[in-house]
């Protein structure tokens, strides 16, 4: 049954398919029936993982398992305070990630409350008020303004009934509702104005309708199942983690046997080898990885949020600085989710309205000058009828005042009560100085005739100075017919055919800009005139003016595109409004060029996902889209080989916020189950705020690249060390606790500080990276084996010489264990600051990081406690060390950060070099 058009049926068809009563509705013993078979008006949650198999998840990490291996290891060599540290460092892991994944499915839970909880039902021809998860197929609804929808419905009789849908559609202002059968094979969800959705609101007017679909059948259902059956997508920085803790174990087992083996073929003691060899292993694999990677995230995370940005899945941070694309919703995420009035014409001038939402502070300007109501009666005629042909009000909400407050602040505190498209009539007014209030001494209203869809206009009936008005607005082609007369030049004229063109005229001017307009007459009545038929009340009418309101851009939103297309990132509208009004915004907004494509959900609908791949590349605005549309967008960019951010405010946008790479939702106007679905929060609903956190993104991403650059580099100058100390028949440069310390000490405070680095000033001057990028691409790989070399070389050369100084002096191997114990450290530390650039050591000021400076004083403090600390000595197995002995580790140490220094410069002289990523779509 789910599947039948429900549109396409009249009333009489559907009440007959659904075997109900129009009058008694359906019967108890059939109610209970029907329950049975389908079960409640509830939406299904799905399968729940427990919160006990949710934690133990958090431990089958591939990086995870190599470390409880490392934690094992560093038990059996007796290194406790390692391998405590270890275990520390998976359970922190274990339980953040335990806290994302149990916040983050909950969407289902959001939806739910979108609900209605209770209806009013007539069964047996007796009305009732019940639970609204006891409804089922047939049953008949009442409904009145304010009344939540508790099931997809068949209009039965509607008088004056508007729905807010614009959670469900994106469909910017309420829509009206009739009964009449539509008969086009495929109509998109916002233009089935004879049924209603479970979810949406009645702004206006009262109904009745039978049910038709309960539960997961419903459109708000499809979403539910939309959301159980997305997967969410795996970061690329939780798959580059992935794939370089399988080369770390692969390459650190192979390096440390062929040491071992080295070793035991030129004479050394098979158990002092494999002791070295465990200690390498454990030394190869940076255990702190994880954890630096955590910090660095956490630590933007918090920049992030003073920046508007509320990040609720750490990895997801990462995941912005390689988007491609973002996808986003029109209606409060481009826009203010605000009618507002922009236009006036009256008199054959085009007059401007200035100021924001629903701020009642702005001006209304012709030629560019304000606006005069005391020298201009004709609009002052066009301000009270706005004003008090209206329903709607405007109210400041009180809030406790901190301090002085932003001017979004301010704008947030005003609100309106009633239909948006009424609201917008009543902010005019105020900016004019007009309010309901204000007029209420010499306006009295005594009656009113209700807008209907078939009218298309609403009139109120008023007593002023003795005499009385009919105020009326409307569609302007209905109301023409119902104008004699014309208000021009401050003059009533007769309405000729001539005045009748320019009007229409100004109407589709209008109209080809977006504006939703409204046409605007009055008429004084005679006190001998009868005012029962609003067909009587409504003739002869004096025509005064048009009124034209849009959604409008958010003011920032332009200068955020335009820094999106710098970083070679494109930015695309999905939106349920029509398609004229989602191209006028794009254009507005500079996101729609001169050869962009557009395409609508019925073009969508008919299209095979082969055939939408090969649209969606030069393709900007889709509007008119369901829910199921955005998915199939989103997942078609994803088959191209973008990373795709998907933001949105409402109900409709969840599975595609879901089923992106990264899903971002509005902080103030978006519901919850957007935000449930989503990793990334705006809470301040800006679009430009999106920009920086993709800043933040691309910085944190290339700081994890630093320390892993860092780190692989130190572990690659130990390894070569042994393993070319052990080819040449030398002694151990190293014993296994001087490794582990080495490990310890180099490995973890100036790492944590490179990822809080400031990111390079040309950060957003290039492309995303690709989607696959490889965690050792743009040549990462070779800077860290080419510094790794020069370190492990010079810091066996420098073992090397002390050792053949005094080849017969006691002491002089644990003199040459020391020296190149020091010159391990300090080429490590010096080698921090040349990761800062990718270009080299002296491309920055090593005093910016203020972090990493006092990270590197402590670990030499460190050092030079295990030299000269006499308790320490026999533990680390080290000697003091004299002045000859300090300039030979000094200048070792320096000599590979000051040739890879020459070496970039003498490439790229007098030059800085441009960071480039690949533009190009990987395919997935």
């Known amino acids: 049954m789910s599947q039948k058009k429900w549109y396409q049926m009249s009333v009489e068809e559907t009440l007959h398919t659904q075997q109900s009563d129009p009058n008694h509705g359906l019967s108890w013993e059939a109610v209970r029936q029907r329950q049975e078979e389908r079960g409640p008006n509830v939406l299904s949650e799905g399968k729940s993982v427990s919160p006990v ?35 520390a460092i998976i359970l922190i892991n274990g339980i953040l990630g335990f806290i994302q994944e149990f916040r983050a499915e909950r969407s289902l839970k959001s939806l739910k409350e979108l609900s209605a909880p209770t209806a009013k039902v007539v069964r047996e021809g007796a009305q009732h008020l019940l639970s609204a998860k006891e409804l089922v ?13 508790p099931a997809d419905i068949r209009w039965m009789e509607t008088n004056g ?24 094979a495929e109509v998109p969800l916002g233009d089935q104005r004879n049924l209603g959705f479970m979810g949406t609101m009645l702004t206006r007017g009262t109904a009745k309708g039978v049910v038709v679909r309960t539960g997961m059948d419903t459109e708000m259902g499809k979403i539910a199942g939309l959301i159980q059956g997305t997967e969410a997508m795996e970061t690329p920085l939780q798959h580059r983690l992935e794939q370089l803790g399988k080369i770390l174990i692969l390459v650190s087992i192979g390096l440390t046997v062929m040491v071992v083996l080295a070793g035991i073929l030129h004479g050394q003691p098979p158990y002092a080898m494999f002791l070295a060899g465990v200690s390498l292993a454990v030394a190869a694999i940076p255990e702190g990885l994880p954890a630096i990677v955590t910090i660095a995230l956490a630590l933007g995370v918090q920049r992030m949020i003073k920046r508007k940005a509320i990040v609720r899945k750490l990895p997801s941070v990462e995941t912005l600085g390689c988007a491609s694309v973002i996808c986003s919703d029109k209606t409060g995420t481009l826009t203010q989710n605000k009618m ?30 304000p606006a005069d109501l005391r020298q201009d009666p004709s609009l002052r005629r066009l301000m ?54 204000s007029l209420a001494d010499t306006f009295n209203r005594v009656g009113e005739y209700p807008f209907d869809s078939e009218r298309k206009r609403m009139s109120v009936l008023l007593e002023h100075q003795g005499g009385r008005l009919v105020f009326t607005k409307g569609a302007p082609d209905m109301l023409l017919q119902q104008c004699q007369y014309i208000l021009w030049d401050d003059k009533i004229i007769p309405f000729t055919n001539t005045l009748k063109t320019k009007v229409m005229a100004a109407n589709e001017g209008m109209a080809k800009s977006a504006l939703r307009v409204l046409g605007l007459a009055y008429r004084e009545m005679k006190s001998s005139e009868r005012n029962d038929s609003q067909d009587s009340v409504e003739a002869n009418l004096v025509f005064v003016g048009l009124t034209g309101m849009i959604d409008p851009p958010r003011k920032e939103v332009r200068d955020a595109i335009s820094k999106c297309k710098k970083a070679g990132i494109k930015t695309v509208m999905i939106t349920g409004d029509h398609l004229t009004t989602a191209e006028a915004i ?86 919850d189950v957007s935000k449930e679905a989503s990793a990334l929060i705006l809470s301040d609903d800006n679009f430009a705020t999106i920009v920086a956190a993709i800043e933040e993104g691309r910085g944190i991403y290339e700081n994890i690249r630093k320390f892993i650059r860092y780190l692989l580099a130190s572990n690659v100058g130990e390894i070569l060390t042994m393993f070319l100390a052990m080819m040449m028949g030398m002694p151990l440069p190293l014993v296994p606790i001087q490794i582990l310390w080495v490990n310890l000490v180099t490995d973890g405070l100036p790492a944590m500080a490179l990822g809080v680095d400031q990111a390079e000033k040309d950060l957003m001057q290039h492309s995303p990276r690709s989607a696959k990028e490889n965690i050792f691409a743009r040549r990462l790989g070779w800077k860290i084996i080419s510094r790794g070399i020069l370190i492990g070389l010079c810091t066996l050369g420098a073992f090397w010489i002390t050792l053949h100084t005094n080849p017969s002096g006691a002491g002089t191997l644990v003199k040459a264990q020391t020296v190149a114990f020091a010159t391990l450290v300090m080429a490590q530390l010096i080698h921090v600051f040349d990761c800062r650039s990718s270009r080299s050591i002296f491309h920055r000021n090593p005093l910016q990081n203020r972090y990493l400076v006092v990270a590197v004083l402590s670990s030499v403090a460190l050092m030079l406690c295990v030299m000269y600390v006499p308790v ?31 070496g970039s410069v003498s490439q790229n002289p007098g030059k800085k070099k441009k960071l480039t990523y690949s533009s190009k779509p990987v395919t997935r």
């Open 586 to 671: 794009a254009k507005q907004l500079g996101m729609l060029p001169a050869n962009g494509m557009t395409l609508n959900g019925q073009q969508i609908e008919a299209m095979s996902d082969e055939e939408l791949d090969g649209k969606v590349e030069n393709t900007y605005v889709y509007a008119r889209v369901s829910p199921e549309h955005k998915l199939r967008i989103v997942k078609s960019l994803q088959r191209g080989g973008h990373v795709v951010a998907m933001t949105g405010d409402g109900v409709n946008d969840a599975p595609a916020i879901k089923a992106a790479d990264i899903g971002i939702s509005m902080g103030i106007n978006g519901t």
């Open 161 to 184: 009934v508007y729905v807010e849908e614009s959670a469900l559609t994106g469909e910017s202002v309420p829509v009206s509702k009739h009964t009449d059968a539509l008969r086009d």
């Open 384 to 437: 009270q009828i706005s004003v008090l042909c209206n329903n709607a009000t405007l109210h400041k909400e009180e809030t406790e005042s901190k301090g002085k407050k932003s001017r979004e602040e301010a704008a947030e505190s005003w609100q309106i009560k009633g239909d948006p498209t009424e609201g917008a009539l009543v902010v005019l007014g105020a900016k004019a100085g007009l309010t309901q209030e």
């Open 137 to 149: 197929e047939g049953d008949l609804v009442m409904l009145e303004a304010g009344d939540r929808i």
């Open 53 to 87: 198999t949710l934690f133990l998840n958090q431990f089958k990490d591939f990086m995870v398992l190599v470390l409880m291996g490392a934690t094992l290891v560093s038990g059996l060599l007796g290194e406790y305070l390692d391998a405590i540290t270890i275990v």
């Open 340 to 369: 507002t009035v922009t236009h006036l014409w009256r008199g054959g001038d085009l007059l401007e309205v200035t100021g924001d939402g629903y701020t009642p502070h702005g001006d209304i300007l012709h030629n560019g000058k």
């Open 872 to 902: 320490l000595q026999p533990i680390f197995k080290t000697v003091p060390i004299g002045t000859a002995e300090w300039i030979l580790v000094l200048v070792a140490a320096a000599i590979p950060s000051v040739l890879m220094g020459i």
